[in-house]
Structure formats: structure tokens, C-alpha cells
């Protein structure tokens, strides 16, 4: 066992390796710790932050990504009387990761492939389905999905219900009448491309990313017209400035991402035709900058050893333009990814108080183990933290912006390494936290796992047989044998406020409320809420399948406040339920089935909308 | 696992291994059918995947899965999937057919037969380039544009990229991703077009598509088999293939292995037919089928 294992097994709960070391600006010490008391709101703010309608038009509330509710009827003190208001079917019995958006007393819900749309009329009693729209994707687009067939929210604007397709089309359909108003194909299945993540719409643009760095794709976002669908500009995350959208704005705060055509020059040959870096997570808009923040995912599909250098501009964050699309700044998060550490977590968007005064930030705990703090004008990173045991690095260079590689976890062809953590899905994967104004806390659900990559198996892909090492992901042993956590964080002491230990990953979304209540579900479908200061358990229903989706919350016709979610496990985490994937087969869903086995027998395959209310 | 490692290495070197040593059948299966003897053979595969297969039953194996079911009297049923991540779930797994015509022999996710071939990769170049690279250890290589196949797992591919980069070679690499695009015919093919037109000197892919192809390129290829046959510490360039049946379908695996020997001269004429590169497999006489 190495001296990093042995480091993280000591500092335990603390979470330790608080970006050491810290020989560049040590901005890090001049986080000002605010008294927090009890109940006073922190000192953080939400940028263009606004009255809370009661309704909730995009998967992450607001610009911000805060999902964070203003509405309060629901609260500590009378939660524990949360009973179910009415359920839905969604007759899909796939992994179900969307967030229930509620517009104009409407709710719209979408499932995973085959990506039917329902709106259901929530002043009927029972909420009946007003109509149902069915793309109808290509089967094919099954086949191309990595981690099962999800899909992780529609968007409401103009008038219209936003929706991405698993094979890659982006259809707005009206959402009145539920008649597609215009469709565009955005991404190709013949060449590898799916398409999960939820579309972002500002102003009169459609931001959307495409799913399969696995398969060889260039990576890109494409920004479509809300009116008519077309494509207004593409910005790809490999190849020469001019296809990446670098020009005379860009001004990377790191040397390392500075320079002519470095999505070119920072791979061998021509391997960044093929290099991956696409977008299947979250995207975050500043209106005050006009500035987009998202993540690029993995490169591909090289082994690493194949791809010397930092293969931009994959593992890593991009600030844009929101008009144009010119890139602003780039943050490396994994230059030369060896773990599969793509970059697609949330961005969640606070001016928190630095040195006396507001400091525009993006707060992103990042698939790598490290929870960033980014000054989002300029791409400086101002803190980077560990809030899970991390062995694949040895600490965090805030001079160089970057992780310090763990030589001794490095893969190798033949080589067997053990204890990489946190394994490929990382610390925390797509599953999207949450943060509250009143407590100045992060709330992260996420994964405590590790992975050996030690199997060689054989296998067999379009008549091409080949061995190759396969990963073997299990509970992290530095944390006791629990798989999961609810973690809340406080972002001005750079510390654990608390976390609840949760024996399965925690692979649903987050949802805190102006009540001081927040709310998550368990992939064995346990949908909790607990006291947003505390942590305390303050309420749980045992819905009909595991939880993968996002909590949302809303005011209805009657005045009532609504808290909803999806069940119906799946995911990544969940495949092994889901796909129906052999629990013996330990490499499987990439090296996960080997750390959810117990999966079947917690949970069955479901979805399943459930609506709770007080009574 | 050392165990597992052993098992698959034992598959990928000897040919006439017992395979009940390597897969165990777990017991509770429901799998285990009897194909009542009206029921048709089943066969799952990949619509567009020359010379392997396609929809039209241009490929070799269509060829063989017709000639076990003429030989089992039984009428032949076809499932199409794309062989990606996933085309086991999807067909064999999930029940909509019963037998994969070829799988490497060490493939954990099914049943396999005993092999009925073992094949290689290759170095494919043009002939009129007269270049003659058999082995990863020519420094040629280092001077030579070479293509190779790309799988998609992370840390994971095929082998002569791992050989490669293990070697330092990167710079003259080009990538081909095995997937391709699949709206075009056999998708896999393109590295071996790309020889042929001369976008790389050199090709290293797996015998039976760069034999099948070459032999219908517009330009004359050479086909040489790569050494080492196996790169230390364990990265085999050889594969055994054999059909793939459900675990626990043992009944219904030993009918066909019993097609495979009755047919055995059959197949040879099908896979040399299509061009497929053999090499001799490396087992006891007394063994031998033949």
C-alpha cells in the first residue's frame, strides 16, 4: 500500500489534501470565514438571483444551477407529514434521470429512450395527461448509448418544451398542443454520437452537446435558434482555434492553456479528428458576463500511452460567449484523462465573499475528487479541495491550475493497479448537487468508490477480438464500505458540514428549499428529505424502484407547494437493474456491476413519477 | 484475477482446451433450453459487417450459420444488431436469438464452442511498395505511416495500439476507429481502403477483414501475420474463434460442436473462400480433429 492510501485512510472524514501544495497565489488562505450561525442566511449570493415564481422551467431552477427553491410551506418542522399527491407511469422502464419541470400548471415530464414527453394538467385532480409526444428514435441509438439509455431533462422556452433524443435529434414542441414545432438532427448515431444531456436555452440560443467520446467522436456544442431550429454556430473541443471558437477573447488564466491551435499541436497526428470531449452534462449561464460555462468529457479513444500530452480541449471547462460562442477561458481539470475523469459536472454559479469583498465564482465538484472554486471572469482557480478519498493524484498545483499526477496509479497495458480512486464515474458524476443562500451549503450527492484495474478479459467489437485490462470498481476502503454519500459543504470554510453515509452511490440529483429541507433520492429508492442545517432525517417514502432522477419543487393551482421525482433506476450506477446486465460479470457497465452486485436485490426496474404534498 | 488471467491466456494459446475449464455454468440458469427440434436456429448478428456478415448473407459466417442449419435440418432465423457494446445484452441475452456465429473463445460473456479457427493479425501493405515488416520490433515502423483500429473502452484496445505505444510509436499513428460510420458498407474496412489508396504505408488489423478485403482491393495488398504472436507481458495477437451460446445452454453447445466436427472440411472451404489467414494451432497431435 502506498503512502497516498495510507494519507487518505488518515485524514478519513476530514477529507484532507486541501489543495497542497499551495505554492502558487495563495489565494486559497483568503477565503474569509463568516460566522454561520444557526439561521442566519450565509454571506453567498445567487447571481442574478430573482423572485421565485413557484414554478420550475429548466432542470437546474435557475442560470445559476443552484436548485435552489424559494417556496417554504414545506419546511423542517412539518415535512414529516409528506404524503403522495398522486403518481404517473411513465411506461418506460429505463433508467430515469430527468428533472419534472412545471410550467404554466402544467408538469412536463420526459423519460429515458424512447424519450416520450408527458404533460400532465395539474388542475385536474390526479393530474391527467393533456397530450404525450413519442419521437420515435432509431433502436440503433440503444447501441451507442455508454451508460444506459437516460436522458436528463427537457427545457421550457418560448412557448416551447426543448427536448434532446437519444439519436441525436433536438425537437421543440409546442407546449400547448404537444406538436413539434421544428426538429434538428445534431448528432450522427452512424458515427458513434448519442445524445443525454439536457438542452440550455438563453435568450434566442439552444445549447447542445453530444454524447460518445467512447467511439472516436470530435466533440463539439452546437447552439441552435430557439425560433427555428438551425444551427447557428458549432464550437468543437478539438482541432484548430478557428473549429474551437479561439480567438481574440480568449485569455486562459494558465500558461498551459495558452498558445496557437493547441487542440491540434497537444495530440499525436491527427488523433484529435477522432478525440472525443463531447458534452453530455451540465450548462451554466452568467447573464451580467454574457458568459456560458460547461464541461468537455474524456478524450478517446486511445489508450493513453497512445495520446502523449494534454489533449485538449477535453477534461476541462470552457467559459463562451453566450452569443457568439467565442471561447473566453479554458480550466484543464484532467490534461492527459487516464481515468476517465470527464469534465461534465455542474457548474453552480455564487459570488462568495473573498477578502472583504463579493467574488464572482463557479463552484464545481469535479468527477476528479476536487471541489473548485473558480474566479469566473478570468478561469482562475482559487481553491480545490478534496471532498472524497483521492489516490489517482497527490495533491492539487493551484500555481499550475492543475492535479498533481500519481505516477504509481498510472495504467499500463498488462499492468495491474489497484485502489485507483475515485474510480471512472469519479467522485461525483453527472448527478447534479444543489446549493442553499441560507446555509452557504454545497449539497453533493455522490459515489465512494475505487477500482482496480486488473482484469484481462477478451472481447469482441464488429468482428474485431482484442484483450484488454478492465476496471473492477468496489466501495472505497477508506470509508468504511459505505458506496454513497450525501455530502453537504460549506463552500466559505472549504469543509464538511455534514454528510450522511448511504450504502449504495448516490446517483439522483439534489434539491434544497427556502424550507431548510433537502431532498435526495437512494438507488434503492429511499426518497429522503433531511434538515438542510443539520443533515437530520427528517422524512422518507419508499418509492416503487431506485432513484436516479432530480427532485424538483413548485407551487400548484391550489396554492399547495409539490415536491416531484422520477423513479426508475438505471444510469450507469443502475445498469446492472436496468440493462439487465449479469451480476457475475464483474467488468461490466465498465467495471460497475462489480461494485453494485447487491443492486438486484435491493430494487426492480420502474418508472414511476411520484408527487408529494402536505396534507 | 491471476486465475482469470491464466484461464484466458490457456483459451488464447492452446486450441482444443476443454472449455468447461474456463466457463463454469452456474446452476439456476433458466437459459438452459431444449430446442425442440422444429424450432428454427436462431442466429444473432451484425447487419452490416463484411466479410463477417451483413443482411444479405454475404459473409462467411452467414455462410457457416446456413450450413449448420442445413446440417441440424432446421430453418435459419436471424437477429440484426450492431456488434458494439452491448450486442450480446441486446440479441443473445436478452433471449431474441440463441448462437453468435463467431466469438473469440475467452469472451466471459458467453458460452463458447470449441474453436473452429484461429486467425491473426496482420501487417497489410501495398505490394508494390515491397515492404517487408513482420514483427512490432522492425524499426521500420518507426519510419512507416502506419493506420490501426481503435476500440472505445477506456485504458482498453486493440492490440496494435497497445504494441505500439508500448514501443514509443506514436507520432506515425493514425487512428481508425473500428466503429466507422456505420451508414456506410462495412464500416470496419476503412483502414484497409486506406492502405490501398495510400493514406498510410502499413495497416495492422485482424486477419479475416484484411484478408477478405484485400483480396477485393483495386491494388494488390500483402498480408503478413505479426510477431510476436503474443507481446509480454500478455497482449495476444491470435485469437481462437468459435461459436458463442448462452451459459448453461450446454446441450444446445454440444449439438453444434458436434456440427462443427461433423463439417469441419465445409468451413475450412467457406473461411478460405473469403480469404480468412490461418495460422497453425500450437496443440498435442493426438487432439487434433482433424
Redesign the interface.
Known sequence: MSAIVILCVACGKEHGMKGEPSSGPTVNAKLVSIANAATLPSAIVIPNDQADDGQWTRPAKDYASTRYSKLAQINAANVGALRVAFTFSLGVNRGQEAAPLVVNNTMYVVTSYPNFVYALDLTKPGAPAKWTFKPAPMA?A???A?CDVVNRGVVFADGKIILNTLDGETIAVDANTGKSVWRTQVTN????ESLTMAPLVVKNKVYVGVSGS???IRGRLTALNLSNGAVVWRAFHTGPDSDVLIGSRFKPYYPAERGTDLGVKTW????WK?GGGGVCGWISYDPSLNLIYYGTA?P???????R?GDNKWTAGIFARDADTGEAVWFVSTSPHD???YDSVNELVLLDIPIGGQLRKVLVRPERNGFLYVIDRQTGQILSADAFGPITSYTGFDLKAGRPIPNPAKH?G???IVREICPA?PGMKDWQPSAFSPRTGFLYIPHQLLCMD???????????????????KMYAAPQEGGYRGEFLAWDIVNRRPAWQIEEDLPVWSGALVTAGDVAFYGTMEGWFKAVDARSGKLLWQFKCGSGIIGQPTTYRGPDGKQYVAVLAGVGGWAGAIVA????A??S?AA?GFVNAVKDLPDKTTKGGILYVFALP | ?YS??RS??L??MTLWLAQSDVVTP?SGQTSSVLTPADAPLRVCA?PN?LP?SNDRGQGFENRIAELVARDLHKKLEYTW???????V??TL??GSCDVIV????????VLPTVPYYRSTYVFVTRQDRRINVRSFDDPILRRLRIGV???????????P??A???RGI??????Y????????ES??SRIIDAVARGEVDVAI??G??AGYWAKRSPVALKLAGVQPQID?????FV?D?GMGVRRGDTTFRASLQSVLTRRRADIQRILSEYGVPQIEPYAPAENSTS
Not at chain 2, 102 to 109: A, E, I, Y
Not at chain 2, 149 to 159: A, K, R, W
Not at chain 2, 177 to 184: F, I, K, L
Open positions: 440503433a440503444q447501441g451507442v455508454c448515431i452512424n458515427l458513434g467512447e467511439f472516436g499525436p497526428g491527427d488523433a477522432i474524456n478517446g479513444p486511445w489508450n493513453a500511452d497512445q502523449p487516464l481515468f476517465d495504467p497495458t498488462g499492468k471512472a484495474e486488473e482484469n484481462v478479459e477478451a472481447n469482441y467489437i464488429a468482428g474485431t477480438p482484442y484483450v484488454g485490462m478492465t476496471a440493462g439487465g446486465l449479469d457475475r460479470d467488468s465498465l | 484475477m482469470h488471467f484466458i491466456a483459451a488464447a452456474i451484425d459487417n463477417f444488431w450492431a456488434q458494439r457494446r452491448g450486442f445484452r441486446n441475452k436478452a463467431g466469438v473469440p473463445t475467452g469472451l466471459g460473456m483500429q481503435l476500440i472505445g473502452d477506456d485504458g482498453t484496445n486493440s492490440p495500439a497497445h505500439l505505444s508500448n506514436i507520432s506515425n499513428v493514425k487512428g476507429t473500428v466503429y466507422g460510420d456505420y451508414a456506410e464500416p470496419p488489423a485482424w479475416p477483414m509480454l507481458p500478455f497482449l495476444p485469437f474463434i
